[in-house]
């Protein structure tokens, strides 16, 4: 990149505001929503960031939409870190939130702070969000003491598929508010809401002061998030109730490869115009 281009880029970046979990808690008070989706490389980070999305998350998700699993569980330290790293580099404004993936977060304490340090050593993300609730209190203690933000993850626990007996609505509605304030009074900074009536949604977020996402929760939580793949159709099998589809670039990157198969089968492509002389 050429000096030019480069304090181009600096100067750009430095006329916009990282959200930071301070920023978090003042929109919070402010009654401003939240937006958050996942991303798991450069280039659909660096549109995310550009739309203004508030936080972005490298979800243990990757397994599933990314590397074809049927759980979270097969995703690695290791490949959480290899996307993570191309995340934060691109994401200028968003804060880069990173999934601890399984066993990482039920190991000892010990681990668990090694594993979330690597997160802020290694790649430019900001946090870690940990699966479990009052549970995990003593976890989120010892990560926010180290100087680590945490993110809670409280309701339909993906890690837990196969304890649970799969994907279920979760509606103990004491248990889970008691999940997120014991979180929330260990050091989270923010609390993810997974798959909850509304009405347990609203208790929760009333019953905390800091930021709530809801993801299957209704709306009256702080934030929202969605997996990015499942929001611009390019999931492919069964997609949960709670997505709405804001795009369908599975159907335009079906109809762009179907263009160019016929166009290199007909001769038609390269032209001319595109080809050296």
Known sequence: MSEARQNSAAE??????????????????????????????????????????????????????????ETTLPVTMDQILYHAEMVGRAAKRAMVVVDLPFPEGQLSINRT????????????????????????????????????????????????VHLDGGYRVQRDQQRLVDDALAAEQAGAFCVLIECVPPAIAQAIDQAVAVPTIGIGAGNQTTGQVLVTHDMIGLTTGYTPKFVRQFGNVGEQIRAAATEYRDAVCSGEFPAESESFK
């Open 113 to 160: 702070l090694e594993s979330a340090a690597r997160v802020l050593k290694e790649t430019q993300c900001h946090a870690v969000k940990l699966e479990g609730g009052a549970e995990q209190a003593e976890r989120i203690s010892a990560l926010a003491t180290a100087g680590i933000p945490v993110m809670a993850h409280v309701g339909l626990r993906p890690q837990n």
């Open 12 to 69: 750009t970046t430095a006329k916009v505001p990282r959200v930071t979990t301070k920023s978090l808690q003042r929109s919070r008070e402010r009654g401003e929503k939240l937006t958050m989706l996942t991303a798991y490389d450069f280039p659909t980070a660096k549109l995310l960031d550009e739309a203004g999305i508030d936080l972005l998350l490298v979800g243990d998700s990757l397994a599933m939409v990314v590397g074809g699993h």
